[in-house]
């Protein structure tokens, strides 16, 4: 009697716990479906999309184009979030993964990303190839980046002709277009024979006044050193060799000097403007 009172206890002892394993199991089965599903997926995605974590928000963008690989919307977060985590070359990757067999058919949002990987990516000749090849690629859109194309690519009398014929483009850059083309460029040659006649003038004339009067003083006073060891001791003395060899060396190396200032400062100036392009253009991004 005893032995059957305890086994009946341990039946229902036995009963109570598989139903509590049981439960819990379909809980946590509840609970997983119900935390990788594709709504609850993209919902803790874009979080990490809109609050700027886009490494960990790639990785849940490959989840879900994984899950639903006919969404476009998931493609292109996908590749931008690899474009602003400065992951350009993955970025390249995943678009051509995706849309290489209609890379001229694509809709206009995802063009523009297109456009914006080779910009930050300085490929301007593979920009310039889609604008005239793309298909779907609307007209102001197009225009914005043929302009952004001519800034980054210094072209700035092309840039001014298209300012000239399109409305609505940034103002600022009208500003650096008409900077640019008011830039008084210095001549290398002239540069050079203006230190030619008078050591040291062709660098004043670039803009390099303290090396101008630095390379004056050096030449006249070594030429002085050279008179007046000529003078003094003769021509087979060594002291008039040594300071006309000096003076000799440094005036030619100043004439060449002269040259490269005005080189230098040529392409400061279109740096300048090729920054502040970059910053206009990269900030829009």
């Not at 602003?84 to 849309?99: P, Q, V, W």
């Not at 910009?119 to 007209?139: C, G, H, K, T, V």
Request: with cysteine; net charge positive; glycine share 6%.
């Amino acid at each position: 009697m005893i032995s059957t009172k305890k086994a009946d206890f341990f039946m229902i002892r036995l009963n109570k716990i598989t139903l509590v394993l049981a439960g819990m199991f379909c809980s946590f089965q509840l609970f997983s479906q119900n935390l990788f599903d594709e709504t609850n997926t993209f919902k803790f995605t874009d979080y990490l999309f809109k609050t700027q974590q886009f490494n960990l928000a790639s990785q849940e963008y490959e989840r879900l184009v994984i899950m639903v690989p006919s969404n476009l919307n998931y493609k292109l977060s996908l590749i931008q979030c690899y474009r602003l985590s400065n992951n350009y070359t993955l970025a390249e990757k995943r678009f051509s993964d995706f849309f290489s067999d209609s890379l001229f058919l694509l809709p206009n949002s995802i063009s523009e990303e297109f456009l914006k990987i080779k910009l930050l990516q300085e490929n301007l000749p593979s920009a310039q190839s889609f604008i005239n090849q793309s298909i779907r690629l609307d007209l102001p859109t197009k225009l914005h980046y043929q302009e952004c194309i001519y800034l980054l690519g210094r072209k700035w009398s092309k840039s001014d002709s298209l300012l000239q014929h399109v409305q609505g483009l940034d103002p600022r850059f009208s500003t650096i277009t008409k900077e640019a083309l008011a830039i008084r460029y210095k001549s290398p040659f002239l540069a050079a024979t203006f230190s030619t006649i008078l050591p040291g003038s062709g660098k004043v004339y670039t803009g390099y006044w303290k090396d101008g009067l630095i390379a004056f003083f050096f030449v006249a006073a070594n030429s002085w050193q050279a008179y007046r060891g000529f003078s003094k001791y003769g021509v087979n003395n060594a002291h008039g060799w040594i300071f006309g060899g000096i003076g000799t060396g440094f005036y030619f190396g100043n004439i060449y000097g002269s040259w490269k200032s005005a080189v230098r400062r040529n392409k400061k100036a279109n740096n300048d403007l090729y920054k502040r392009s970059q910053d206009i253009i990269y900030s829009g991004f």
